[in-house]
């Protein structure tokens, strides 16, 4: 899972990079097969401690 708000570019480059990573560390024969789910959240449907992403400010903190 991750925030929403990446560009397909950088989508394409994270499945790219996982990708190869995988195929370093398992084999190129495995990363002919890896399958990649990019699993994109709501800032209003994601919370770090007890505060929803949606209410914090840029560094983190809480604004509500």
Known sequence: ????????????????ELTAAFGRTCG????TRLRVVIHEVATENWAIGGVLVADRDDHGSATA
């Open 28 to 31: 190129e024969d495995a990363a």
């Open 1 to 16: 899972d991750m925030l929403e708000g990446r560009t397909l570019d950088q989508k394409r480059a994270l499945v790219r």
